[in-house]
């Protein structure tokens, strides 16, 4: 064959893989998650770093094991202006985790050690509707949405109809443009606050449904779980997958605190509860407690989130780096390592916490409502 025609050849195949190189990374989340963080001004970046001392560096909102037994009262979620600034820390942070594995905001258990953390997503996902035993054209609730990825993987799991609520009005409208980019009719969103009463008729679901942790966040657990109580239908569960404390926790020890104070900047987190707060509160809404444990793994592992989390944590050094090369290039914005040293601010902590086994991101709490 003609060398010439060779040539041509090869770089005519070149030419096309790079064209479909480039059209896969310009068209991709993590890309445009990138550009969106390189571009912030200088104010969205200060608010944001405020809001993280304002939002979790606290140790006055966490109620362990003996304070239940002391019958201390739950010391619910409150910041002044809340609202507010978890949508100053969000709308940045939401970015952050887009770049690694985490656009949906939690570390799945490890349910199968074959498989990475997005796969594990994903089986955390099937669980969930497991539990809630719901069948198809059914409505089922998502509280403390974010941008709508985790409904949209529950519809198609369900085929079920899923609305999502939640405060930050940029994510609600990153999750209805994923929803008709992909031609998902059968996911509803609005924007909302779970600290409000809920906006949906008495009995309208058949399952209400958390992934993540959002309603560490909740002023009054009661209030939140009546709302729930009154919206789902009788004979119906809910299933949530929240941060608790462990029975080893000991707010007496000033290193468990100190771990748990960083823990929360890095899992942003509210309220730090053990799973017996969370239990009281249902009861009293009137629920029954079908599931209060820890998610159970294949190798029964203590806390089932940790071996994943490692590995996301290596990655984010490894983004870490790469960030720290590009800040020799001329004009790069230097905003971009504050924001992953902010982000990994209390990685190490999180994970010392959770090999002493203090707290875990992943216990899961089945709720049904009493048949009438």
Request: net charge positive; with cysteine.
């Given at each position: 064959?003609?060398?010439?025609?060779?040539?041509?050849?090869?770089?005519?195949?070149?030419?096309?893989?790079?064209?479909?190189?480039?059209?896969?990374?310009?068209?991709?989340?993590?890309?445009?998650?990138?550009?969106?963080?390189?571009?912030?001004?200088?104010?969205?970046?200060?608010?944001?770093?405020?809001?993280?001392?304002?939002?979790?560096?606290?140790?006055?909102?966490?109620?362990?094991?003996?304070?239940?037994?002391?019958?201390?009262?739950?010391?619910?979620y409150k910041i002044d202006n809340q609202a507010e600034k978890t949508v100053d820390c969000y709308y940045i942070l939401n970015d952050l985790c887009t770049l690694g594995n985490v656009q949906k905001m939690y570390i799945p258990p490890l349910l199968d050690n074959t498989k990475n953390l997005i796969e594990n997503q994903n089986l955390t996902e099937q669980l969930t509707a497991k539990h809630l035993n719901v069948t198809k054209d059914e409505n089922i609730l998502e509280l403390g949405c974010g941008c709508g990825r985790i409904a949209d993987n529950m519809s198609n799991i369900t085929n079920c109809n899923?609305?999502?609520?939640?405060?930050?009005?940029?994510?609600?409208?990153?999750?209805?443009?994923?929803?008709?980019?992909?031609?998902?009719?059968?996911?509803?969103?609005?924007?909302?606050?779970?600290?409000?009463?809920?906006?949906?008729?008495?009995?309208?679901?058949?399952?209400?449904?958390?992934?993540?942790?959002?309603?560490?966040?909740?002023?009054?657990?009661?209030?939140?779980?009546?709302?729930?109580?009154?919206?789902?239908?009788?004979?119906?569960?809910?299933?949530?997958?929240?941060?608790?404390?462990?029975?080893?926790?000991?707010?007496?020890?000033?290193?468990?605190?100190?771990?748990?104070?960083?823990?929360?900047?890095?899992?942003?987190?509210?309220?730090?509860?053990?799973?017996?707060?969370?239990?009281?509160?249902?009861?009293?809404?009137?629920?029954?407690?079908?599931?209060?444990?820890?998610?159970?793994?294949?190798?029964?592992?203590?806390?089932?989130?940790?071996?994943?989390?490692?590995?996301?944590?290596?990655?984010?050094?490894?983004?870490?780096?790469?960030?720290?090369?590009?800040?020799?290039?001329?004009?790069?914005?230097?905003?971009?390592?504050?924001?992953?040293?902010?982000?990994?601010?209390?990685?190490?902590?999180?994970?010392?916490?959770?090999?002493?086994?203090?707290?875990?991101?992943?216990?899961?709490?089945?709720?049904?409502?009493?048949?009438?």
């Open positions: 064959m003609d060398l010439k025609l060779i040539v041509n050849i090869v770089l005519t195949v070149l030419v096309y893989y790079l064209y479909y190189l480039y059209f896969k990374i310009k068209t991709s989340e993590k890309y445009h998650a990138f550009i969106r963080l390189c571009f912030l001004d200088k104010k969205t970046v200060e608010k944001y770093m405020k809001s993280y001392d304002i939002l979790f560096d606290r140790n006055d909102m966490m109620n362990s094991l003996d304070d239940y037994k002391n019958k201390i009262k739950l010391n619910g899923v609305y999502g609520i939640n405060i930050y009005d940029k994510q609600i409208e990153s999750a209805i443009n994923f929803s008709k980019k992909h031609d998902n009719k059968k996911t509803h969103f609005k924007i909302g606050d779970f600290n409000n009463p809920l906006e949906f008729e008495d009995n309208y679901f058949d399952g209400i449904y958390t992934v993540g942790a959002p309603l560490t966040y909740s002023n009054d657990l009661v209030k939140l779980f009546k709302e729930m109580y009154r919206v789902i239908k009788p004979g119906k569960f809910i299933c949530l997958q929240e941060v608790t404390l462990l029975d080893n926790f000991n707010k007496n020890n000033e290193k468990h605190l100190e771990f748990a104070r960083l823990a929360r900047m890095v899992m942003t987190a509210g309220g730090l509860w053990h799973n017996k707060y969370w239990e009281k509160a249902a009861k009293k809404a009137g629920f029954e407690i079908i599931v209060s444990e820890v998610t159970k793994t294949p190798d029964n592992i203590p806390v089932p989130d940790l071996p994943l989390l490692k590995k996301e944590h290596e990655h984010y050094g490894n983004l870490s780096q790469y960030i720290d090369y590009l800040n020799y290039i001329p004009f790069f914005p230097r905003h971009m390592s504050q924001l992953f040293e902010r982000l990994r601010m209390g990685s190490d902590a999180l994970i010392e916490a959770e090999q002493l086994e203090l707290l875990t991101m992943n216990w899961q709490f089945v709720f049904k409502k009493p048949e009438k």
